[in-house]
């Protein structure tokens, strides 16, 4: 007997963020339908503060698809460009709105959510970003049923790789966006075929990732030298973990913890020696080798460059 084909999904999509850009294009690549895409407003960004557009609305213009901006989804003007959409299934990856029951129940099957991290580990904003803080070594994306209470809806699918020794944000992120696809594709041909899982969540085993502030990109010396080069490679290659030299903002995107140094005296912040690759900084414990820097008004260079070009001296004390 032929088997009775599947019939395409009718998808309305929301994000926001780069993390979402992959699993949009896998989408409009597949059988289903894309009805409606929903990404928020433009912003104002940067030094010029110009209108910049988010990620996704820029891929779905490329793509040829509709495009909503509403303020929220949630709110009446965005609850009604939903429901006119009437989709089969909401797919949601990196939006950052948190969406209300109204809005949730829209589509007859459900709402689903790409997350980066293995939940219910580092539920929130920012779970790469605390992954690589925390000094995980394994990582991946949740593929979610969505409920009212965040990241906390019942598992469809997870997959999972190695992070590497000194992978940053930048790296692990876009592995983890390009999985993300891929499991998406994967649980949204579930749903398609009424075969998805409903998985719950271990709450004792739940971790929270909130977002990063100021305060989080600012480098107190005074730590160990491993929780730095955690936080230099969680915040590289942007914002930028920080600390000052002369009254200046100077951003470390890449350095390594090596030998110990309360031997030596040197006071945390302290310059304790210069190398063809770069420059060692004293911490609470241990060192790091700094490689990459990103001054202030300048372009990112080798730390072994900045030497060239700035005159530093052992001794002296960063973030004074």
């Known amino acids: 007997m032929p088997s009775v084909p599947e019939k395409a999904l009718h998808i309305a999509f929301m994000g926001t963020a780069d993390f979402a850009v992959p699993l ?44 909503h901006q509403p303020p929220r989804v949630s709110e009446e003007e965005g609850l009604d460009q939903l429901r006119r959409l009437a989709p089969d299934l909401l797919v949601v990856a990196a939006f950052g709105e948190i969406l209300t029951e109204e809005a949730l129940s829209v589509a007859r099957l459900g709402a689903v959510n790409v997350h980066a991290s293995l939940l219910p580990r580092y539920r929130g904003a920012a779970p790469i970003q605390r992954a690589l803080m925390a000094g995980e070594s394994v ?40 999985l993300g696809a891929a499991t998406g594709v994967e649980g949204v041909a579930l749903i398609r075929r009424g075969a998805a899982p409903h998985l719950p969540q271990d709450e004792s085993l739940a971790t929270y990732a909130p977002p990063i502030g100021r305060e989080d990109l600012v480098i107190d010396w005074g730590k160990s030298a491993r929780e730095l080069a955690l936080l230099i490679r969680a915040l590289s290659p942007f914002p930028g973990a920080r600390t000052t030299r002369g009254g200046k903002i100077l951003k470390i995107l890449s350095a390594r913890d090596g030998k110990k140094t309360a031997a030596q005296g040197g006071m945390p912040g302290e ?18 080798l700094v490689r990459r820097v990103h001054p202030a008004g300048r372009n990112v260079m080798s730390a072994a460059d900045y030497l060239r070009g700035y005159r530093l001296e052992e001794g002296e004390r960063l973030g004074c």
């Open 139 to 178: 990582t991946g994306v949740t593929l979610q049923w969505m409920a009212l209470e965040m990241d906390a809806g019942d598992i469809i699918l997870q997959q999972q790789f190695e992070i590497g020794e000194e992978e940053d944000f930048g790296s692990l992120h876009d592995r983890l966006a390009a």
């Open 271 to 288: 310059i304790s020696e210069l190398t063809s690759n770069g420059f060692r900084v004293t911490s609470g414990e241990g060192s790091l």
């Open 24 to 67: 949009l294009r896998a989408l409009a690549a597949g059988p289903d339908q894309i009805a409606g895409v929903f990404a928020p407003p433009d912003m104002p960004a940067g030094r010029g503060r110009r209108l910049r557009a988010p990620a996704v609305k820029v891929a779905a213009q490329e793509l040829g698809l509709a495009l």
